[in-house]
């Protein structure tokens, strides 16, 4: 199934909008009965973290939706967003509000070295370190960065957006794709696997529900809507 057909039906079962196509329990009018939503994406949910958009209080406001990695470019953009308009119209950062979004492909990234290296994520990812030329044994937006472009640019990409912008994480996204990993890698059951995945996000990454959430919640919020990265 592909990624974005995963997403999608994803996010219907999550919603509770998906039925179980040709289940009739028995009856025998013909009307299907609606399944319900799978335990590992329904969980958790009474206690999501909205307060980041009590924060988004700048003169100028952006959400900027990352769905690939990109090799981390998605990360520059609000960077140098936020730059441009210092440059050009002097604005202090207590104007600026970029809010990053992390979903679909990308949500690799809010992941951390030590899991990077234990799940071989570089394989998963197809990003080779341009020194051995072997899958990448760390997250390559976290540290030095491997795509040539000058290193006060671009290095540690993750950590300057996380002090400058708020950035969202899709739990479906989270909960399909690196919690997968964890359970066909050490054999863990839903619940495990996804408090062991977690603990391996790096701090400051706040998840929501789904990606797309994030981002419309962001537009609420007063975000001009950017796409940082295409699918």
Partial sequence: MSTDRREFLGTLLAAGALPLVGRTDGRTDGQTTTAR??????????????SWTDKVTGKHRAVFDNLEMSMGLGLLRPLLWMKDYADVYAAPASD??????????AIWMIMNDEFWSHH???????INDPKTKLPIKRNPVLGSN???????????????????ATVLACN?????DVVEKVKADLKLDDAKAYEMAKAHIVPGVILQPSG??????????????ILATEA
């Avoid at 491997?146 to 400058?164: F, M, Q, S, W, Y």
């Fill in 37 to 50: 939503p799978p335990d590992r994406l329904n969980a958790r949910r009474a206690d999501w973290d909205v």
């Fill in 96 to 105: 600026m509000s970029a809010v990053v979004v992390l979903r679909h492909n």
């Fill in 120 to 126: 071989n994520i570089g394989a998963v990812t197809k």
């Fill in 146 to 164: 491997v795509i040539g472009l000058p290193p006060e640019l671009a290095d540690d990409g993750l950590r300057k957006v996380l002090a400058a």
């Fill in 172 to 176: 479906l996204a989270f909960t399909l």
């Fill in 212 to 225: 797309v959430f994030a981002t419309l919640r962001a537009q609420e919020a007063g975000c001009h809507y």
